[in-house]
C-alpha cells in the first residue's frame, strides 16, 4: 500500500464513496399523505420495493471508488494488470458514469403524489462528484497534487529564508565559547574583516596595490562574468546530454538545495526552466536519471535538476 500515490483526486473519490453509502440510507422516496392512517410514508433504497436503483445506482457507485482508489494504493506495480483490457481505474470510471446516467433517469419516474426524498438528490450529488473526479483526476492540475506530504520541520542547516540564525555562537560570524571575537570565522558575505567588502588585516589600505590580487577592477569583473558564462554552459551541455533510464530501485525523497537552481523541462532538459528551487524549501524527488532528479514544485510542475551537488536529504 503506497499513501504517497495518493492525489486529493482520489480523496474526492473517497468522499463521494462514503456520501453515496450514507444516502443509500436517507429517505429516497417520499409519499403525499395526509391524515392519521398514513404512518411513515418514506422508504430509502435498501427497501426492495424500490429495486434495482440500490444495485444500479449506490452499490455500483460505491464499487466504481473501490476499484479507482484499489489500482491508486498498488501504484506502478498495476499499470499493466488488466482486465479485459481494461485497468481496474477505467472499470471504475466506467461503473461511475454508469451509476451517474441510472440515478439522473431514476428521478424521472414515480406516480403521482410520490416524489423523491434527500437521499435520491443527495446520491446524484455525490455521484457526479465521483464521476468527475475519477474522469478529471488525471487531467486536473488540483486533482493531480500528493494528498500526503508529510513535509520534515526544516533542519538547522536550512532554515527557512535560507540563512542560520544570527547572534548564535560559532555561527555566522559570531565567536564559539571561549573564541576571541577578533578572530571569529566569518562568512564569505559577512562584516567581519577579511569578508565580503572588507580589507583583509593584510590587505594594507584602500587603494594601495595588494600581493597576488588583480590591481584592475574592471579585470576582476570580467573575470567573474567569464567564469559564470562558463558554468551556464557547462550546465547547458550537460542537461543536453541524453537522459538514462529511471533507476529500478528508486523512491521518492524530500530535499533542500543550499543555493537557488533552476529545473529543465522534463521531456528537453535543453529547453528554458520551468521553475526554480530556493533555499530553506522542501521538494519532492519523483525520479532519478543518472545523476540527475526530477523534481516536483508544490504546484504539481516537475522538471529535471541538473546539479544535484550539495543537497541535504529530508
Known sequence: MNLRALTKGDAAVAGAAVLLFIASFLPYWTVECKGKY??????????????????????????????????????EAATNRQILGLRLDQWGIAFSVAALWTSVWALGGGMDGIGHGFGAWLAVIALIVLTGASAGGQLIPVLKTPLVTDRPAAPAAFPAGGYPAPGQPGQYGYPGPGQDPSQAQSPAFGGQPGGYGY????????????????????????????????????????????????????????????????????????????????????????????????????????????????????
Not at 422508504?43 to 482508489?69: C, E, H, K, R, Y
Open 199 to 314: 580589507p583583509s588585516p593584510q590587505a594594507g589600505q584602500p587603494g594601495q596595490p595588494v600581493p597576488g590580487q588583480p590591481h584592475d577592477f574592471a579585470a576582476q569583473q570580467a573575470a567573474h562574468a567569464a567564469e559564470a558564462e562558463a558554468a551556464r554552459q557547462a550546465s547547458v551541455q550537460q542537461a543536453a546530454q541524453p537522459q538514462p533510464a529511471p533507476a529500478a530501485d528508486f523512491a521518492p525523497f524530500w530535499f533542500a538545495v543550499p543555493a537557488p537552481r533552476q529545473l529543465a523541462p522534463k521531456d528537453n532538459p535543453a529547453g528554458g526552466p520551468v521553475g526554480e528551487l530556493v533555499p530553506g524549501t522542501w521538494y519532492l524527488a519523483v525520479e532519478q536519471r543518472g545523476a540527475a532528479l526530477v523534481a516536483q514544485l508544490q504546484d504539481g510542475t516537475q522538471g529535471v535538476l541538473a546539479d544535484t551537488s550539495g543537497i541535504q536529504r529530508g
Open 38 to 75: 398514513c404512518g411513515d410514508t418514506s422508504t430509502n433504497a435498501w427497501d426492495s420495493i424500490l429495486f434495482p436503483v440500490l444495485p444500479s445506482v449506490f452499490l455500483l457507485g460505491i464499487l466504481a471508488a473501490a476499484l479507482i482508489l484499489v489500482q491508486r494504493f498498488q501504484g
